[in-house]
Structures are given as C-alpha cells and as structure tokens.
C-alpha cells in the first residue's frame, strides 16, 4: 500500500487544521484506515481509527471531542479534522491502512505495527 499524507502546517493554539491521507494498491473501501503521530522524543502512538464503511471510529483519549476522523471511499482518502489545537498535538502525523480487509480490529490498529509508512505531514502548534 502506498500512502501520502497532507494537510500539516504551523498553527496557533486554540487553531484547526484538516490533515488527509491518499491509500493507493489495494481496494480502499475493504480496509479499515487509522492515523498516528509520533511527536520527537516519543514513540508513535494511536490517534484514530475509522471502520471500512465509516459506521465506526476510535479516537484516542488525549483527542477526543477535539479531533474527528473521516473518510471518503470514493477518493480513496482518509481525514484527520483537528480543532482546538494545543502544542503538545504537536508531531508529524501518519496515517495507515489494516493488513487484513473486512473487519475492524481496534486492537491491531491501536498496535500499529505495520511494515511500511508514508513520509507523514508535520503538525507544529504554538503556544
């Protein structure tokens, strides 16, 4: 699978930003998506998941209320809508793509231990 993540930039506290990922090599719509983020320090961790269909979705607790996941199976894409910005969210953020099509494992999203990332888009929050 290939992945490109987009939609970083530098924003104030308090701010949003609308963070998109294009999955390109297999059939999008028979995998469940997740995003992460790994802030410099720190291990990547789990951000949000969405099911194939868009029914169901996961979000950290350190995002919730603040942070929705979406996406579009038609454009093979998948969105990270962030408000009320804080600058610990600060970190690059990546998305990926389950390993096994048609089901929706929280579990093995939330391990996120896949072979492959895209090169991730850099989400810089000031104080």
């Known amino acids: 699978v290939q992945l490109v993540e987009s939609g970083g930039g530098l924003v104030q506290a308090g701010g949003s930003l609308k963070l998109a990922c294009v999955a390109s090599?297999?059939?999008?719509?028979?995998?469940?998506m997740a995003w992460y983020r790994q802030a410099p320090g720190k291990d990547r961790e789990f951000v949000a998941s969405?099911?194939?269909?868009?029914?169901?979705?996961v979000l950290s607790n350190s995002v919730k209320g603040r942070f929705t996941i979406s996406r579009d199976n038609d454009r093979n894409t998948v969105y990270l809508e962030m408000s009320s910005l804080k600058p610990e969210d600060t970190a690059v953020y990546y998305c990926?793509?389950?390993?096994?099509?048609?089901?929706?494992?929280?579990?093995?999203?939330?391990?996120?231990?896949?072979?492959?990332w895209g090169q991730g888009t850099q989400v810089t929050v000031s104080s």
């Open positions: 990926n793509q389950d390993t096994a099509p048609r089901r929706f494992d929280l579990t093995e999203m939330q391990k996120g231990n896949f072979d492959s």
């Open positions: 090599g297999r059939t999008f719509s028979d995998y469940a």
């Open positions: 969405i099911s194939r269909t868009g029914a169901f979705s």
